[in-house]
């Protein structure tokens, strides 16, 4: 009747003519053709949605008839030749935990490799019947879990080649099995459990809430918003987690000896463990979290967004981080435990951004690894909320890096000023090199070291004679350079078993000490970085001077002092080092030599007068096989002689 009413209306409207017609009342028209227009079709809509979804839930329920045909049909085969057989596949299993973990199951993908091919290659080709197609894949399988394993992968490689270019070439081939999923009416969650029911294998769907695509930490989930289904499948007795859809989102490029375009599915999603799965998917029915102690829904809202990787690169927290972080001081810490060292990027980004403002925020977070901790160390520029999300990758020089985990950081004050920023540097500790090269750091463990001292020591062990060099750089949080200052860096003493750096700050401020290494042996000249010091200086000494400048030969030696590189005029300093395999050492100081005295083995020293001119002070020593000439003597330190004044940076 309103419609009838709004035409009638209209059409009077229409009658009139146009040049007598006032301009409020033909918009008045126009306003009433939208609003009746935008009636009709949000009618149309809700009609056909409530009709899709009455024929979802008609398919739904006569395929879950279908299987349990199908299984009471296989249990009645089964005891016609077994008539001992105890099991009834008709009978569902209870659903409880599983017994043990995914990987008590297998311990690599790598043991269904001819599975998965065979699965790949059959998914390219068409079948008229179910029976034909589970026939084919589980030929060769002698367990439950291998055919659940085969049926997974074909329709993880049926949800992945819908993008494929055979599905481009051949868009009407004849899959028959395949025309309800593509229709709509169909899942393939559900296409998987009619396929576990013909080869005797219980599947269940399951429907819940899920942090998918769009969800981030500490949004709300009710209503319609972020539902999603999964599957569950028993296999030899034990209910285990699977995702077909979610499985099939990675895309890797062409593999050898698979289809053309072929896309690497996300292993986690097969037979994935309760305790990691309830992270992202909340079931409706809390028995099928397959946990000992269900997990309320709240505590699941309040759980880190986590994403696969974080569990196919072995990651684990710390502790038990809610999905928001807490900071009444601006700083903030989130530590995960590493099997290896891994590639690790961060995001953090402020929650109500502005349109004037970049997206993300940089030089706020600092990434280091002591033992088998990745800690990553916010520093937030102000109060407010923030997003603060992880990537990771297998290899740490990676370029590419996936989502592992994301947080909300909420920081409700800040204690005194905001921390500076932090030197633009992908980490800092120990990389693979490392290991590779029997390095290890005896005196700081933790990259991150305090110097309000003169100076700090760095200790290296080494198991075996490799090259070594370093670099020593400032970092201005004024206008971010970062500026290289190798002479407040000294390598005191280096054999075959060890390094010993000492270090000086000057000014307060960010200092990056690193560490190049590389076998002497090995087909690249070039060093790779093996450990990477953040220095933080809070209360530099007003004293700090520069170290002495080291020469080529300054290899295997030792120095005990003097240790200032600046020698100040007029005054008498003692030369102590140790230099293996000289025969002669002397001091030069502007073009007079001063002969060192030989200790005991290889140690020289000597009390040597500056005089009263700057210059410089050189170490010269003559090594075994060499002759009394002069220019065979071979520099080993440098010093600079200065009137009695502070060094400035």
């Given amino acids: 009747e309103k419609e009838k009413a709004a035409e009638d209306l209209l059409s ?4 009139l003519s146009m040049n007598s017609m006032p301009r409020s009342l033909m918009d008045e028209r126009d306003r009433i053709e939208e609003h009746f227009q935008q ?3 949000d009618r149309l809509k809700t009609v056909t949605e409530k009709i899709a979804s009455e024929e979802k839930t008609r398919n739904g329920k006569m395929i879950d008839r279908h299987c349990h045909e199908m299984l009471t049909l296989i249990g009645e085969k089964d005891r016609e030749v077994d008539r ?6 008709s009978m569902k299993p209870p659903a409880e935990p599983p017994e043990g973990k995914k990987s008590s199951l297998y311990k690599t993908p790598a043991v269904f490799e001819a599975l998965d091919l065979r699965a790949i290659d059959l998914a390219n080709k068409d079948y008229e019947t179910m029976t034909d197609l589970v026939r084919d894949l589980t030929r060769t399988c002698e367990t439950e879990l291998e055919k659940a394993r085969v049926l997974f992968r074909w329709v993880v490689a049926k949800d992945i080649n819908k993008h494929s270019i055979n599905e481009i070439v051949r868009p009407h081939a004849t899959d028959r099995l395949l025309k309800a999923v593509k229709s709509g009416k169909e899942t393939y969650h559900q296409l998987y459990k009619k396929l576990c029911s013909y080869a005797g294998i219980h599947c269940e769907i399951v429907l819940g809430y899920s942090k998918g695509a769009g969800y981030k930490p500490g949004m709300r989930m009710d209503g319609q918003a972020f539902r999603n289904s999964w599957t569950v499948v028993n296999i030899d007795g034990s209910w285990r987690l699977v995702n077909c859809t979610w499985a099939a989102r990675h895309v890797t490029g062409h593999k050898d000896n698979l289809p053309q375009m072929y896309h690497k599915y996300d292993e986690f999603y097969f037979l994935t463990d309760p305790e990691d799965h309830i992270y992202q998917h909340y079931p409706d029915d809390p028995v099928w979290q397959l946990l000992e102690i269900p997990l309320p829904f709240s505590e699941f809202v309040n759980l880190p967004v986590v994403k696969s990787p974080f569990f196919n690169y072995g990651l684990k927290f710390y502790s038990n981080y809610g999905a928001t972080l807490q900071t009444s001081t601006g700083m903030v810490e989130l530590r995960l435990l590493t099997p290896k060292i891994l590639g690790f990027g961060s995001m953090l980004e402020p929650v109500n951004r502005q349109p004037s403002e970049p997206k993300q925020i940089d030089g706020r977070t600092l990434l280091r690894f002591v033992k088998n901790e990745a800690i990553f160390t916010i520093a937030l520029p102000a109060t407010g909320m923030y997003y603060f999300s992880v990537y990771a990758g297998d290899y740490w020089k990676s370029e590419c890096l996936e989502s592992a985990c994301s947080f909300l950081i909420n920081c409700t004050n800040m204690t005194g000023r905001p921390s500076p920023q932090y030197p633009p540097v992908p980490f800092f500790g120990p990389t693979p090199v490392m290991e590779n090269l029997g390095i290890t750091a005896d005196s700081n463990v933790d990259p991150l070291v305090v110097c309000n001292n003169t100076y700090i020591e760095i200790n290296f062990s080494l198991n075996k004679d490799i090259k070594l060099t370093h670099t020593f750089q400032y970092f201005d949080v004024s206008d971010g350079a970062i500026t290289d200052i190798d002479r407040y860096v000294f390598l005191r003493s280096r054999n075959d078993t060890g390094a ?9 401020g960010f200092y990056i000490f690193s560490l190049y290494a590389a076998d ?5 000249n070039s060093l790779d ?8 200086c809070q209360e530099p000494s007003p004293t700090t001077s520069m170290f002495p400048k080291t020469y080529q030969k300054w290899h295997r030696c030792s120095l005990h002092e003097p240790l200032m590189g600046d020698l100040v005029t007029d005054r008498r300093v003692m030369f102590r080092l140790d230099i293996p395999q000289a025969i002669e050492a002397f001091v030069v100081i502007n073009d007079i030599w001063y002969h060192l005295y030989r200790r005991t083995g290889c140690a020289w020293e000597g009390s040597i007068y500056t005089g009263h001119v700057t210059g410089e002070a050189k170490v010269y020593a003559r090594f075994q096989g060499a002759t009394k000439d002069q220019s065979l003597f071979s520099q080993m330190l440098g010093y600079q002689i200065v009137e009695d004044t502070e060094t400035e940076i």
Avoid at 500 to 508: G, T
Avoid at 520 to 524: L, R
Avoid at 529 to 536: E, G, S
């Fill in 520 to 524: 002497p042996n090995g087909d690249s």
């Fill in 500 to 508: 010993n750096y000492l270090i000086r700050c000057p000014k307060e």
């Fill in 39 to 41: 009636v009709k079709d």
């Fill in 12 to 15: 009077s409207i229409e009658n």
């Fill in 84 to 89: 001992m057989c105890l099991f009834d596949h």
């Fill in 529 to 536: 970085c093996a450990f990477r010091y953040l220095v933080i």
